[in-house]
């Protein structure tokens, strides 16, 4: 059986064929694309699916923002996505859709331990629901029920839930961010473009400009990428306090996530961001907002948490997800 799979954002759209047999799943063949150069995923996949590969016998497609009756819209591009359409156009029997943090959770059980780094281990043998949290263009959050005998992910859309300051400085980053958002959610905070709101914002609270190098790095390149190279160099002071800001608020929110659905189990980094500034990440900013939740610091201290660090983890969990609804 072929599977087609898909992990859709809105930087990048990666696909890829797997043939599954019996309980294995192999990778044939993976391509990316920038995704703001193309118009929709039907075009992606006209460039993907050229005569010499196989047709697919099922497809699915994870993608950044909430999916309902096979239907999904992009948050962060302007796509819209619908399960019959891309089946009927391209000749697939079977095209599901799920949230691309939904295919994450799909991966975590098979991914071997050398794709985990653990941060924290937490209770020795822990069971129970699972998190996974993930920055990257946007802010991705699902979870994962256990049922006594297996974990069933689930999809979420929290990363849009209201960011939720703790100090006098996260109040005057409430505030700045208000001047130009009517909503201040995560994502604002703990994203790629998150780093960059961070950024700006302390060059307005401290009525500095940004040296002249950073501020070309900045414009003609990834301007996350350029803040957080220059904090992890420790080249420019007030990176390096944008990304310990950023580090804190991410173990906050995977806090925050993690104590709402009770991941006991365990608690899982994904995203592009994270395995890019695993040093940062182990420094205590992180897991000093993820354990601080007052009364319930104790269970927190339980609960592990780990790193991701394949970046195929979705393109792999769709496919699952695919046999798993082909095969059931």
Same mark, same amino acid.
Request: charged share 20%; hydrophobic share 45%.
């Given at each position: $059986? ?20 019996? /309980?294995?799943?192999?990778?044939? $063949?993976?391509?990316?694309? !920038? ?26 497609? #994870? ?7 096979? $239907? ?48 924290? /281990? ?20 699902? #979870? ?13 859309? #929290? ?8 100090? !006098? ?53 990834? !301007? ?49 961001? !994270? ?8 420094? /205590? ?18 609960? /592990? ?24």
């Amino acid at each position: $059986m072929h599977i087609l799979s898909g992990d859709i954002g809105g930087t990048k759209t990666t696909l890829a064929l797997f043939e599954s047999k019996g /309980p294995a799943t192999r990778l044939l $063949m993976r391509k990316t694309f !920038a995704s703001k150069q193309h118009d929709s995923l039907e075009d992606v996949l006209r460039h993907f699916l050229t005569r010499d590969i196989p047709v697919p016998d099922v497809a699915c497609f #994870g993608l950044a923002g909430p999916v309902q009756d096979g $239907m999904g819209i992009t948050t962060n591009l302007p796509w819209r996505i619908a399960a019959k359409e891309l089946g009927r156009e391209f000749c697939i029997p079977k095209v599901y859709l799920i949230n691309d943090l939904e295919a994450n959770a799909w991966s975590i059980n098979h991914l071997p331990e050398k794709d985990l780094h653990t941060l924290y /281990p937490g209770k020795p043998d822990a069971t129970g629901n699972r998190s996974i949290i993930s920055a990257g263009t946007g802010l991705g959050e699902a #979870g994962l029920f256990w049922d006594g005998r297996k974990h069933i992910p689930f999809a979420s859309e #929290g990363g849009h839930a209201s960011f939720s300051p703790t100090n !006098a400085l996260e109040i005057a980053l409430l505030e700045f961010l208000l001047r130009e958002h009517a909503q201040v959610s995560w994502e604002l905070v703990v994203s790629g473009m998150g780093l960059v709101n961070i950024h700006a914002f302390l060059l307005d609270h401290h009525q500095a400009s940004p040296p002249d190098w950073l501020a070309q790095e900045m414009e003609t390149g990834d !301007a996350a990428a350029a803040i957080s190279n220059a904090a992890q160099q420790a080249r420019c002071p007030l990176c390096v306090q944008a990304l310990d800001m950023f580090v804190h608020l991410y173990g906050v929110e995977a806090g925050n996530h993690a104590l709402k659905i009770m991941a006991t189990s365990g608690v899982y980094i994904g995203g592009g961001i !994270a395995p890019k500034i695993l040093d940062a990440l182990a420094k /205590p900013a992180f897991l000093n907002g993820f354990f601080a939740k007052g009364g319930m610091e104790p269970l927190m201290r339980d609960m /592990p948490v780990h790193v991701i660090l394949n970046a195929d983890a979705a393109l792999y969990g769709a496919a699952l997800y695919a046999r798993m609804r082909i095969n059931g």
